[in-house]
């Protein structure tokens, strides 16, 4: 496997595009714009992933969160008129409160990174492993195997909450059942 | 500089704590529900930077938790993704049922218990 | 610069794709022939698909530039680039601006998996298929956003049935193609998500997987077939764009190079899902019989086929060389249609130098494959009356998805116990 290219400089590009598309996110005055700017950012996301050794957390994130889960948005935002929402109040009353809380929690970030790294580096780097070109296989096997799949019966009660939710949408959504 | 331009787990927690932060502030301030769910998929996004990142972490680690084959992490990150679209679908239905009875997007104006 | 020679003569001889080996210098090459190989076989789409519609319905079709109508493409490129470019004045200026450019950059970044030959693709991802469908699944987004940013009634109604149509088309073509990734985990033990793993799987069964477990591959292929109809928006599936309904659907506000662009991506879409087909049912880059007609004669012959194809193409044009009128008119047409048959014809003699023979022979397979499909495209367009939009949702939802749901589930318990299916069908392991 060969060693990674330019790394810092695609870190930095991708995370600039994913700070700069989540603030378009909660900036935009039109529904369809924001969900533009939310798709940039879970693409460069997927980027992120490939840089991180994880290609099949990447390729499930295209398919279903910018192929499928956007896709869903736009049709919503479609279908329900937003002509009168563009012109209206974008931010609640609470807006001051909401911003203060989320400073807060901010703040607490901060004072957590400053108390715990006193002169020691957080997350030393260990050895350097590319396990992409298994990935998959591996993850397949955590997810299905009957001796190593830990997580087996958790994929299918993941099952279960996905056909509930489809049953729930419908019912939803449908004016006669 | 220096500390910059060698990336590690630590840079992906510090873009993945500000999208969570850009997304708090997203669903308590915005009003159209649409962008309200939107904040929620950053806020589930940040969490699964995080996720990849450990992951990513534990793989150089010595020691029965860490190794190449400690992808919990991944397969942590595909559950919440699985739980993004269970809570998309779910969300944008009773968006449309909400909607058609009062003709608005906005969530202050969902205060009433009947109507 | 000797280190730059080196670097670049250093890929020639290691049996990777360029994206394994790491070579930047030849990734490059690759994508650039990729792109450029793309262009041609779109535009020579243009004119087949007008000159078979039109002999189907027995006319002529594009007679006028250039002999038998050969430039007529070059012609239609020129009229786009300098027609106005409208936006409209109510329209979403910089949504209405970037769609078409969603739709091409989806449409032509999925070739950077497709495996053209063991080591004639720009690279191989341990994730391929995934990556394929997740990308040509983003182009829908291009789609729903110039029908919206159109700001006009027909583009919305068509964004939306897209939309619809894709998104229920995308169910039933996972289910398809996961059906085939369990197969390739037959031989191995494990499966693989890679185009290239999965041709090579198909090489190391010793069928395509259309014949695996029949008829469980062909059913497979058909709804894969359909589905892929669906979701490039072609007839008898596009209601998206139905000129009897729609006026052009979501691409009616749309003029010159930015609808030049919408054509382009439409035509490497379908390219692109038929080269997912034929690399997960077709054998990909296998000659056909690998197991039927093996042994180094029939090797040979089959060596052979790309050359004498480009040479049956320079016979045809000789022959309507001698059939072109003898009028003083037709003079710079007969010349230029000869000279084109030369050029084929000379292509066709290059493919018989032996080294040159073993390097093509894979991509030829592939290009002839996919171009098969190409042509059941344009049958189809031919043949079929379009679908009304509530039919096209119940097959989709309650023919298509049972279908490979059922086919997934078959698939599954008769691969657990392959050896047995084998017996039963008189078939021995080699």
């Not at chain 1, 994913?18 to 969900?35: D, E, P, Q, W």
């Not at chain 1, 050895?127 to 998959?136: A, D, I, L, P």
């Not at chain 2, 308590?28 to 969490?47: D, F, G, K, P, Q």
């Not at chain 3, 910089?94 to 970044?109: D, G, Q, S, Y």
């Amino acid at each position: 496997m060969n060693p990674p290219v330019a790394t810092p400089f695609f870190f930095y590009l991708l995370a600039t595009t994913m700070i700069v598309g989540g603030i378009l996110v909660i900036t935009r005055k039109n529904a369809v714009h924001s969900a533009l700017a939310l798709i940039t950012t879970l693409l460069a996301q997927a980027a992120l992933y490939l840089m991180l050794y994880a290609p099949f957390v990447a390729g499930v994130q295209i398919i279903l969160y910018a192929g499928g889960i956007m896709v869903l948005f736009l049709f919503v935002i479609m279908l329900i008129s937003i002509e009168r929402a563009a012109k209206e109040r974008q931010f609640n009353k609470q807006w001051l409160v909401g911003i203060a809380a989320a400073a807060a929690l901010g703040g607490l970030f901060i004072a957590i990174y400053t108390t715990t790294t006193k002169g020691k580096t957080l997350f030393p780097e260990g050895q350097v492993s590319y396990g992409e070109s298994q990935n998959t296989q591996a993850i397949a096997a955590l997810l299905f195997d009957r001796v190593h799949g830990t997580y087996m019966f958790a994929f299918e009660i993941a099952s279960l909450l996905l056909l509930v939710a489809i049953i729930g949408a419908v019912v939803m959504a449908k004016k006669r059942i | 500089m220096e500390a910059m331009l060698h990336i590690t787990t630590l840079h992906y927690l510090v873009l993945g704590a500000a999208l969570f932060l850009l997304g708090v502030i997203g669903v308590l301030t915005r009003r159209n529900v649409v962008i309200v769910l939107m904040s929620i998929e950053l806020i589930l996004n940040a969490v699964n930077l995080n996720l990849v990142a450990f992951s990513r972490y534990w793989q150089g680690m010595p020691g029965h938790l860490g190794g190449p084959g400690a992808l919990h992490g991944q397969v942590f990150a595909i559950f919440v993704i699985t739980d993004a679209a269970a809570e998309a679908a779910v969300g944008l239905g009773i968006l449309i049922a909400f909607f058609r009875n009062k003709e608005t997007v906005n969530v202050d104006e969902v205060n009433l218990l009947k109507w | 610069m000797h280190e730059l020679i080196d670097y670049i003569q250093s890929y020639l001889k290691s049996n990777l794709t360029p994206g394994a080996a790491g070579n930047i210098f030849w990734a490059t090459v690759y994508i650039l022939l990729v792109f450029v190989g793309l262009s041609i076989a779109v535009i020579a789409m243009n004119w087949l698909e007008r000159k078979i519609l039109a002999h189907m319905q027995v006319r002529l079709g594009p007679m006028r530039v250039g002999p038998h109508g050969l430039l007529q493409p070059i012609a239609d490129a020129i009229k786009l680039l300098l027609k106005e470019d409208i936006i409209p004045a109510e329209a979403d200026k910089f949504v209405f601006w970037i769609a078409p450019f969603i739709v091409v950059l989806a449409a032509f970044t999925v070739f950077v998996v497709v495996p053209f030959g063991p080591t004639h693709a720009i690279t191989d991802m341990n994730i391929g298929i995934l990556f394929m469908l997740g990308v040509s699944s983003l182009s829908v987004l291009g789609i729903v956003t110039a029908g919206w940013a159109s700001n006009s009634h027909y583009p919305l109604i068509g964004a939306l049935r897209s939309s619809a149509q894709m998104v229920s088309y995308e169910v039933a073509m996972g289910l398809a193609v996961v059906s085939v990734i369990m197969m390739t985990s037959l031989q191995t033990g494990t499966g693989t998500l890679s185009m290239i793993g999965i041709v090579q799987a198909q090489q190391t069964s010793g069928e395509w997987f259309i014949f695996k477990f029949f008829p469980l591959g062909l059913i497979g292929f058909f709804i894969f077939a359909i589905a892929m109809v669906a979701e490039t928006n072609r007839a008898p599936f596009d209601l998206p764009e139905a000129e009897s309904e729609l006026t052009a659907g979501f691409h009616t506000e749309y003029s010159g190079f930015r609808w030049s662009l919408f054509f382009l991506a439409e035509y490497s879409a379908m390219i692109a899902v038929s080269s997912i087909a034929v690399t997960l049912w077709l054998g990909g880059w296998l000659r056909p019989f690998p197991n039927l007609l093996h042994g180094s004669t029939w090797d040979l012959v089959f060596s052979l086929v790309p050359g004498l194809t480009f040479l049956f193409f320079a016979a045809i044009c000789f022959f309507n060389v001698v059939r072109m009128p003898k009028h003083p008119l037709f003079k710079i047409q007969t010349m230029g249609l000869a000279g084109f048959g030369a050029v084929l014809g000379l292509i066709g003699l290059v493919m018989f130098v032996p080294g040159v023979r073993d390097r093509v022979g894979d991509i030829f397979w592939f290009a002839a494959k996919v171009a098969g499909f190409m042509y059941l495209y344009i049958w189809y367009r031919g043949t079929f009356p379009r679908y009304r939009f509530d039919q096209l949702m119940k097959m989709g939802w309650k023919v298509l998805l049972p279908m490979g749901l059922a086919l997934l589930i078959l698939t599954a318990v008769v691969a657990m116990r392959a050896d047995l299916w084998d017996q039963l069908r008189g078939v021995g392991h080699p």
